[in-house]
């Protein structure tokens, strides 16, 4: 299932492949992102390297930002296309469960000047807040887009509303 965001314009576009996961702990809840200084939230992912799996790239990127070791179920459960400032990005989302918690996210520069967060939330809880979010940028907002997809294509394939 793929998700067209933004408009294609003519310019020249650097690609970027990404991955983002949803991941579920033994209490059902998932673990979702909050940006303070951007006030969004956001799943956990992030850039796919040269040559990288995509199971390997969604569980580094887990890891990165949440201190968590994760388990991909090996299947793409939707895919988004954004179209922003001289960017084209396909993102791929996967299932996840959790495997181990370090509590010791390996957050960049920027994610900690940003006041990246993350929590453990109920999947309503974690939808309802996503929704709640009001984006100060473009970013934030193409963000909050994407990942609301991955929630509702997530909740679809699950059974849910």
């Given amino acids: 299932m793929a998700k067209v965001i933004g408009f294609k314009k003519n ?7 990404a991955v983002r996961t949803i991941v579920t702990n033994e ?16 799943l956990p992912g992030g850039g796919i390297e040269a040559d990288e ?14 201190g968590c070791k ?19 990005q396909i993102s791929y989302c996967y299932r ?11 957050l960049t520069e920027d994610e900690v000047l940003e006041g990246l967060k993350h929590e453990w939330i109920s999947f309503d ?13 473009e970013l934030g907002r193409f963000i909050k887009e994407r990942d609301l997809y991955f929630l509702e294509t997530y909740a679809r394939s699950m059974g849910s509303s």
């Fill in 11 to 17: 310019i020249n576009y650097v690609e970027r492949r």
């Fill in 27 to 42: 209490q059902d809840e998932i673990v979702l992102l909050f940006t303070q200084n951007g006030n969004y939230c956001k």
């Fill in 53 to 66: 799996d995509h199971l390997v790239a969604v569980e580094r990127e887990a890891m990165e930002a949440t």
């Fill in 70 to 88: 994760v388990m991909m179920d090996g299947e793409c459960i939707a895919t988004t296309e954004e179209w922003r400032k001289g960017l084209r």
């Fill in 96 to 106: 996840g469960r959790l495997v181990e918690n370090t509590g010791i996210p390996e």
């Fill in 125 to 137: 809880g974690a939808l309802e807040k996503m929704k709640a979010s009001q984006p100060t940028s």
